[in-house]
């Protein structure tokens, strides 16, 4: 049973993250005020739940790119992350890892309190095209 609880918690965590963060108006998620106040460790688990609002937005963003890449008829895995990455304006190489983005993002929400009203999504999206800029 203590086997089946385990597989069970990051699922859990998962759907208790999705309760505790509100929805925006026009469904833009939550602002980057909201995300601050939530890893800043309101919540029990606080860091797991914003490291995975944040890497969810990460995918999210990703796999938009991907389906507009692939839909502009790039179907050859190179092709396509190329041009992802380009539509994206973040060019980050395949050896970034997830802990990376998060403390580039976690950084730059935190030294842009003037912009914490914006949707958390912009300013993510901003902090990985300042950092892993294409060129």
């Known amino acids: 049973m203590g086997r089946r609880m385990t597989n069970f918690a990051p699922i859990a965590l998962v759907v208790f993250a999705t309760l505790l963060l509100p929805v925006g108006a026009?469904?833009?998620?939550?602002?980057?005020?909201?995300?601050?106040?939530?890893?800043d460790g309101e919540y029990e688990?606080?860091?797991?739940?914003?490291k995975m609002y944040i890497w969810g937005a990460i995918e999210g963003m990703q796999l938009g790119a991907?389906?507009?890449?692939?839909?502009?008829?790039?179907t050859e895995d190179e092709a396509m992350r190329d041009?992802?990455?380009t539509l994206l304006g973040v060019?980050?190489?395949?050896t970034v890892t997830r802990g990376q983005q998060?403390?580039?993002?976690?950084?730059?929400i935190?030294?842009?309190?003037?912009?914490?009203?914006?949707?958390s999504i912009i300013l993510i999206h901003r902090a990985l095209m300042e950092a892993f800029p294409c060129r």
């Not at 026009?26 to 890893?39: F, T």
């Not at 991907?66 to 790039?74: H, K, L, P, T």
């Not at 998060?102 to 730059?108: D, G, L, M, S």
């Open 91 to 94: 060019c980050d190489s395949e």
């Open 102 to 108: 998060f403390e580039v993002v976690q950084r730059y």
């Open 45 to 50: 688990n606080a860091e797991a739940i914003c």
């Open 26 to 39: 026009k469904g833009q998620g939550i602002n980057a005020n909201e995300l601050v106040r939530v890893c």
């Open 66 to 74: 991907d389906a507009s890449a692939f839909n502009s008829g790039f």
């Open 110 to 119: 935190r030294n842009n309190p003037q912009s914490w009203h914006q949707p």
């Open 83 to 85: 041009h992802a990455q």
